[in-house]
């Protein structure tokens, strides 16, 4: 399971992601460069982002997020590139293999030296995550690229990457997963899940001890409002082959509940009646300065309005989380953000508005080895050039930007105050309402920040953790903890707001189409720049929307890039050698898709053709111990012409059938695991069963397959991989061909036998075989993988084999030259195979 998908978006994605990278300064535009920038670059057109900014200055020392004899240290490690961090999928076939790998050869190999000569360590792992798991080097992304001595563990972290084997991660973007306490069984939700490292994470936890062919009980909905972020997140996701995942399409604040109602008739059959989370994952859009070693373009555009203009939506989508969550269950709120007013305040004014019903969980036992700092008891609200201290300090027209819930006490200032007449200047107001005599007040009111006494949060705020650079040479990331004690009280339940609140919104509203103006709340009047935001999005129901394509509910057929369409997927590898592609089935335009009430998503269909299951079930000969009918899906409503069919575990078979019963209330992008796909060449379709195993899907189905599966000797094996296609005769075993050439014609799998013996045809004594779907065409055994797993099948199993033989491992180089050599083979689309004529 896991590891074996393949993603070109994937690649795309790494090449767009963001890094240090140099940009042209506008030719009128100099002074973002520091002196030293200029002095370094005096020749050169190109100059380095800018690695600071006043403001951002001004606006931490006083917050004091780090003691102001570590602010040098700080600043310093701030404007270093990061150095690039990856982690092993644990679920891949081969994650103890790349571990030793890296352990054994690559931190030897590659020692590196610093700039006075001491040997540092150039790769190791993190040593908070567990298993080994994680790694940092301390090259950045372009040493990597440009170092020729790192080129071949660059090619491997390439290689490894594409296949799904590694995901590269921040370090600290790591960090939330761990502390949700994940388990097997649970239901959980990513509520803001793009472009999906953390969704892999989970999913590896809920993956965590199963059984080669089994599921685990639990399951994953990643959701995501960005269309577009949506599609890269199903990319991502799918590089962990799971039948345990949902992706959905919402904005995170109206997350649907499919709640039933009581006397609903049909409940009792799938024995829930509403989407209740054991772990929920918040890791909302926020203004990501802790990512600013990353990507320093944030220093140009940082400002302290960022903050305060998403406040309002992180307190919405948390509050949704909590009603999403179940009693006892934990919720990990988290941002890339330094600021306070995202981080501390938004868990305080949650806390607040649970009234009881949540706690924030002290977990400072928990990853001791991971260097944190506790959270901010006290912190002021900087808006327009003004330092505020508490709430009463705004000025009456800023009162609909900055709310109570931005402050330590989260009061209004009628609460707070016997200084009720008096704004934070210290002037007295004429009109008593904390307002100066026009309800504006002047810059020139401002006080130093010094002057000011920050109010102090009752609340256990200590319990929160922040990471900060220079601590242990990261990025910086907040994370709070929550578990459910009780169900929400009525007013936060039912979405309405305390009443000391001044908002307009219904932050656990569930209806998902009700149109919400709650987004206004963060952008009336408010002319902050919000341009430099990370990962703002903007309301489906706002007229912005538009900024994203098109309205939501409204794509056009032709305008793919606002699409989910999991059915318009890019054809995957057919047969090689003696079996055509037919040209016709190249998809055209489809029609508009309906999924329920949501336009322009190809429906979610559970696939009930008897006849066509019923040859399914007796080509391959899966055992009746597998559960299979009543698990398979379709993204068609035309069942004469249905593509692919996904697998889906029982978990989440159960949360479709909530959700046709709730009528259909989930936008659902992707769902389950790519089991079956249509053989559309000719020879394809004359085949007894036209449906062959993916390769995503056979880990998962291989051990309840009983026909067309041969047993290949690791010469053959390793001949299939490197050659494509064999004809019978050709194979070295004899056996092996004319058992090959006794095969139904259509697909099959071949299965490497380890133990030396030909004879040996069955999947007992390997926990966790190796096998490569085919087609048994007229003349030959062709396998269909995409050219790039061939590569790294091949290398994964010339090392085992050589391993096993107790010989001299091949070393990397040997490997690589090995995929250097297959990679000289003619490919067709989509870096699928085409096999050579003839075996040499
Ligand atoms: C910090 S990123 C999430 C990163 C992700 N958890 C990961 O680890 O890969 C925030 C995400 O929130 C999404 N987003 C923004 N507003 C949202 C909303 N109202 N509801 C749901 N998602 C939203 C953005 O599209 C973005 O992908």
Known sequence: MGGRGRSRTQRKHFRQSRENVWKRPKSDDSTNATPDDANNNSNSTWEPFAT???????????????????????????????????????????????????????????????????????????????????????????????????????????????????????????????????????????????????????????????????????????????????????????????????????????????????????????????????????????????????????????????????????????????????????????????????????????????????????????????????????????????WLASYKDVPKYRRSVVTPGMFPSGKLHEETSEHNNETATGQTCENGDGDSKNGLQSMDDSVPANHLVAEVSDLPLERCMRIVPHDQNSGSFFIAVFRKLSPLPAPAATGKKPTNLPEKTDPSESQPQKQMNDMEEESNGDDTDLSGVRDVQISEATPDANILGTEMNEAPVDTVKNKISEENEKEKPEPSSDVKTDAKTIAGKRKLQMQGRWRGVDPVIFYKDDAVVGRILEFYGIKESFPFKGHLITRNNDMNHVKRIYYVSDSVKKVLELNFLAGQQLKIASVGLKMFERQTSKEGTSAPCIFRISSEGLPLILPHIAKQILYASAVDFKHLLQYKSIKFADFVDPEFGEKASKLLPGCCVVVLNREAQPSSDSLQDDATPIAVGCWRGRTNISVMVTAIDCQELLGRVSMLLSAEDNTSKPSIPEAAEERKANDSDVKGDNGISMAPATLD
């Open 52 to 386: 600071q900014n006043p403001a951002f200055d001004e606006y931490y020392k006083v917050q004091e997020i780090v003691s102001p004899e570590e602010w040098d240290s700080f600043i310093e490690y701030l404007r270093k590139p990061l150095p690039a961090a990856f982690r092993i999928n644990s679920s891949s076939q081969f994650y103890v293999d790349i571990r030793l790998q890296l352990e054994n050869d690559f931190m030897k190999s590659l020692q590196a030296e610093d700039a006075d000569g001491i040997e540092v360590d150039a790769i190791k792992p993190l040593p908070w995550y567990p298993e080994n798991l994680a790694w940092q080097s301390n090259f950045s992304r372009n040493q990597l690229r440009k170092n020729q001595t790192l080129e071949r563990f660059h090619e491997f972290l390439k290689l490894e990457n594409e296949i799904g084997n590694i995901t590269r991660q921040e370090a600290v973007s790591m960090v939330p997963p761990l502390f949700l306490d994940v388990r097997p069984e649970h239901f959980v939700l990513d509520m803001c899940a793009a472009p999906g490292s953390k969704t892999f994470q989970l999913l590896e936890m809920i993956y965590k001890l199963t059984e080669p062919g089994t599921l685990p009980s639990g399951m994953v909905i990643a959701n995501d409002l960005d269309v577009q972020r949506c599609n890269l997140l199903i990319h991502q996701t799918k590089r962990m082959c799971t039948a345990n995942l949902i992706v959905t399409n919402h904005e995170a604040q109206h997350f649907p509940s499919c709640h039933l109602h009581r006397n609903h008739s049909s409940d009792s059959q799938i024995g829930i009646r509403q989407l209740q989370f054991d772990r929920v994952l918040c890791d909302v859009p926020c203004s990501g300065d802790g990512t600013l070693r990353k990507a320093p373009d944030i220093w140009r555009k940082w400002n302290a309005g960022m903050g305060n203009g998403l406040h309002g939506l992180q307190v919405q989508i948390a509050m949704r989380g909590v009603a999403l969550l179940k009693v006892g269950g934990r919720m990990v709120y988290s941002t890339c953000s330094m600021n306070p007013v995202e981080n501390e305040a938004v868990v305080a004014e949650v806390l607040r508005r649970c009234g009881g019903a949540i706690e924030l969980l002290d977990v400072s036992t928990e990853l001791p080895q991971l260097a944190r700092r506790p959270g901010l008891k006290k912190w002021k609200v900087r808006d327009k050039g003004l």
